[in-house]
């Protein structure tokens, strides 16, 4: 299905709420791939936005699912302490869930969705059984060739192979709980690379995407697809925050990869609430995830998950589908100038 799209751009699922119907349906309507994101919503509203989606659209879209990890036996009472301190609310209670990932699976099933992508592991080899019997392409976020060869093995369709730069949550399988980023880092084009090199699957590209030099960049180096999130975040589609969309647009802060707002490496703006716990956070996810819950909820963009890729600051504010028609004119551009370059006339 990949290999289909009329223009190699994907929209990332955005967690938390980016992302929409409406700019699945706009990106899909400009020719790209749209998804969305299932983590941190209910079945129920999950289901609500696939049917949301299909009334604005015919065209072909994804839904991401989290596979839920281990559960962390760490004490956190005294990250809530630290938390508490610097917060005007009180944190929430540190707890682990699986997302409802079972249930979250049966709808995706059920509802015959296009696409289905995976992110912090693998699904077993039966449900990906049972999903290409649904109809559906299985994707899985992958940031390292061993993650590479390991979603290969359980049958996966394609891969989305995430760099160092990208914004969000880190798609790795496993949190070292030492590294900045959970483990091994690899920029986009090193990733592809040597990803290529592992498995013989089609490669989506994702990490500090954001012109279309950086889309045209990724396909020469292997990928069928660019996919963006950052991109879209300043789009009127995007369920982005206030806050969110004025700190992406002032550009004046540093991106870092922290596990403070969540106990999972992520990258995002760098604000007091990130400095400040920077060092004491742990890997405990999702425990950490519920603790800053009502924290990240007040509003304060010194306190929120300010999620943005390395290139954020490039971003600027325009439809979807204006985004994508951009992307290709500027990928076409960026291929034309090289080809000229590589053989001169």
């Known amino acids: 299905m990949l290999d289909r799209l009329e223009v190699p751009v994907i929209a990332a ?9 409406a700019l699945v349906a706009e990106v899909g309507r400009a020719g790209g791939l749209g998804f969305l994101a299932a983590g941190y919503l209910s079945v129920e509203a999950v289901a609500e936005q696939i049917t949301a989606t299909t009334a604005l659209t015919d065209r072909p879209f994804g839904v991401n699912l989290f596979v839920p990890g281990p559960r962390s036996t760490t004490d956190l009472s005294g990250y809530r302490d630290r938390v508490k301190a610097q917060s005007p609310t009180e944190p929430g209670e540190p707890r682990w869930d699986d997302d ?17 992508s995976f992110t912090f592991g693998l699904p077993n080899r039966e449900d990906v059984h049972r999903l290409h019997a649904a109809g559906s392409t299985v994707v899985v976020t992958v940031t390292t060739p061993h993650e590479a060869a390991q ?49 013989d699957l089609p490669l989506i590209a994702a990490g500090g995407l954001v012109h279309g030099a950086d889309v045209a960049a990724v396909i020469t180096a292997g990928a069928v697809a660019a996919q963006l999130g ?37 990258r995002g703006l760098v604000n007091r ?32 998950s300010l999620w943005a890729g390395q290139t954020y ?25 090289a080809i000229t370059r590589i053989s001169p006339v």
Do not use: W
């Open 273 to 304: 609430f990130l400095v400040e716990n920077q060092e004491q956070a742990p890997a405990a996810y999702p425990e950490v995830h519920h603790l800053t819950r009502p924290v990240r909820a007040t509003g304060d963009p010194e306190l929120m």
């Open 313 to 337: 600051a490039l971003v600027r504010p325009a439809p979807a589908a204006d985004v994508v028609a951009r992307l290709v004119a500027e990928a076409r551009q960026a291929l034309s100038v």
């Open 151 to 199: 979603a290969a093995q359980i049958g996966a369709d394609a891969l989305c192979v995430q760099g160092s730069e990208a914004g969000g949550h880190r798609g790795t399988f496993a949190d070292d709980g030492v590294s900045p980023g959970g483990g091994e880092l690899f920029g986009v084009l090193a990733a592809l690379r040597l990803v290529r090199a592992k498995v």
């Open 100 to 116: 409802s990932y079972a249930a979250k699976l049966e709808l995706v099933m059920a509802l015959r969705v296009p696409v289905v």
């Open 230 to 266: 950052t991109a879209f975040l300043a789009t009127p589609e995007a369920g982005t925050s206030a806050a969110h969309r004025q700190a992406l647009a002032e550009g004046t802060r540093r991106t870092a990869l922290t596990r403070a707002f969540s106990g999972r490496p992520a």
């Open 13 to 21: 699922p955005m967690a938390g709420g980016a992302s929409t119907p």
